[in-house]
């Protein structure tokens, strides 16, 4: 059954491709019983479009109108195949800088998502993962040291974790992705990055949040998902809970490299993998998982399911 939850569709994110509905049927023919669709937030601010949204002549009004279209399209696709698929409608969150807390408040009051995956994209309202010459102004932004613009990052996602408690933590070492030397481990950077790596994975075991391990880093390169291993490691030792996510933005994503992640997950020693599952009648609340289910699956009974044969 893999699962995921984290996916973008073409049609309501302009670096994606296909629309929702195609995303849901790749879900179903590859033997998924649980797809999370988790649209992108809208900003704001007219600083923090992305260079494809500017090129468009979108505004922070046309993301706000993309984003209803997007929940309406979900809710309606989720009445038409909820028989062949669990499928969650949520949202992915970005926390850029302390007004994204009121943002995110306020879509939990308009919609009834199920439940949303807290993310970090930006250090000092820098994206820190579109492209390399982006992620070195964010570093210049705190005087160029890799160990300083990590702190930052985690410091960032300390605040969008304690502020909104997330079900899910969406990509946790993002940040290593343009850094000069990504595989280097995170103790390495010093003390004033560990501490705040495990304070950060403290606080998410406090409120049994999951710690989502993402695929989509294969695709860009690496030799292991997101978190690498010396993170994963630490979420162990601490006795966090992870799912997993395929991250995808177009068809060829969805279930991507999942292959790969079972491996990494048998070599780590992960025992069990969890997955959210919408309750009746549930609604987003300031802990959004009273309106999800948490349900585990030793990895023995993961590794059985049809999804590996097809």
């Known amino acids: 059954m893999p699962f995921s939850h984290h996916s973008h569709s073409g049609q309501f994110c302009l670096h994606a491709q296909d629309d929702l509905e195609q995303m849901i049927l790749a879900a179903i023919g590859k033997g998924m019983i649980v797809f999370s669709l988790t649209e992108h937030m809208p900003r704001d601010c007219l600083e923090d479009l992305y260079p494809e949204e500017t090129a468009a002549h979108q505004t ?34 970005d926390y850029i800088r302390p007004s994204s ?63 909104l408690k997330p079900a899910v933590v969406g990509h946790w070492d993002l940040i290593r992705l343009f850094s000069e030397n990504p595989a280097k481990p995170l103790v390495e950077y010093g003390s004033g990055v560990w501490d705040r790596v495990v304070r950060n994975v403290d606080f998410v075991l406090s409120y049994s949040g999951l710690t989502e391990l993402n695929s989509a880093s294969f695709r860009k390169g690496w030799d292991e998902p997101y978190p690498r291993r010396d993170l994963a490691g630490l979420v162990m030792a601490r006795g966090g809970r992870f799912t997993l996510s395929d991250d995808s933005h177009c068809v060829s994503d969805v279930g991507l490299n999942y292959h790969r992640l079972l491996s990494y997950i048998q070599e780590i020693g992960l025992q069990e993998v969890h997955y959210l599952v919408k309750l ?18 030793p990895i023995g009974e993961l590794t059985q399911q049809r999804f590996w044969e097809l």
């Open 280 to 297: 009746p009648m549930g609604e987003t609340a300031v802990n959004v998982l009273d309106a999800c289910a948490v349900r585990r699956m």
């Open 101 to 163: 807390i009121a943002l995110v408040r306020n879509l939990q009051e308009v919609y009834k998502f199920d439940f949303f995956v807290g993310s970090v994209h930006h250090v000092n309202t820098i994206p820190i993962d579109f492209d390399r010459p982006m992620y070195l102004r964010a570093l210049e932004s705190v005087g160029g040291e890799e160990n300083r613009l990590f702190e930052a990052y985690f410091d960032a996602q300390y605040e969008m974790l304690t502020q």
């Open 60 to 93: 922070p009004f046309d993301l706000y109108k993309t984003f209803q279209q997007y929940y309406d399209t979900a809710l309606r696709l989720r009445a038409r195949y909820q028989h062949l698929i669990h499928l969650l409608v949520g949202f992915e969150l």
